[in-house]
């Protein structure tokens, strides 16, 4: 628990915000109303982004899972720091959230517990995957899966210890809210010392 962001009332705001903004989403028809955009960058500054799934939110911030080897974890080892971007198409006149904070891997016993509720072909494909390193050929791929299968036939999968969750500690979020005649609407929440900070920016 950030107790400095979770006991402060515009931070709390902003995540009620976003909660409710979440669910009008899912009721919008958006088929990936969880879905966003994850930028992180190296040691060098050199940025890189990609879509994964918001797995949970709450006063804490937003935690994704992914394997703890691919380029966005080696990327998050060298640069604890990233920015989410969700773009809920369907909502309103088009709702855009951007939030930004430090990251930090969540506990184990949390990334076994969401683990657990995964398909089990989910939980396959998390052992046989080495994300984002190259993959020869397609045949290899599949033989790592039926290995896998195999080795775990008639028990549980554990969790790979290469794989896990992550939470992102927000200092800053925005919501966009789209507007006809591009006269959108901008609403910021930023953390800065101790403080949260509630303001506009022009569209
Ligand atoms: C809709 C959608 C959801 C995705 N969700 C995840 C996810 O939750 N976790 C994940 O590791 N990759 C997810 N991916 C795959 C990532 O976009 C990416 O290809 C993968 O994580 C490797 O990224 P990296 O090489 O930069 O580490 C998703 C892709 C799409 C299109």
Redesign the pocket.
């Known amino acids: 628990m950030n107790d400095s962001n979770s006991s402060n009332a515009l931070y709390q705001e902003a995540i009620a915000t976003f909660a409710a903004l979440l669910d009008e989403a899912r009721a919008s028809g958006d088929t990936?109303p969880t879905?966003m955009t994850l930028a992180?960058a190296d040691a060098n500054g050199r940025v890189?982004a990609?879509?994964?799934?918001l797995?949970g939110v709450d006063a804490d911030g937003f935690r994704?899972?992914?394997?703890y080897e691919?380029?966005?974890?080696v990327q998050l080892a060298a640069h604890p720091q990233a920015a989410l971007c969700f773009h809920w198409k369907l909502l309103r006149e088009q709702i855009q959230v951007r939030v930004e904070g430090a990251v930090s891997r969540v506990s184990a016993a949390e990334s076994d517990a969401y683990f657990a509720t995964r398909a089990r072909g989910s939980q396959i494909g998390a052992w046989a995957s080495l994300?984002?390193q190259a993959l020869p050929d397609r045949d290899t791929f599949e033989r790592r899966v039926a290995d896998f299968e195999k080795r775990f036939e008639g028990g549980d999968v554990p969790r790979p210890p290469h794989w896990g969750g992550y939470l992102v500690t927000p200092d800053r979020i925005e919501f966009w809210y789209g507007a006809k005649y591009r006269l959108h609407e901008r609403v910021t929440y930023a953390r800065e010392g101790g403080a949260w900070n509630k303001g506009m920016l022009y569209p």
């Open positions: 990936e879905a992180t890189s990609r879509i994964v799934l797995k994704f899972f992914t394997n691919s380029q966005k974890a994300q984002s």
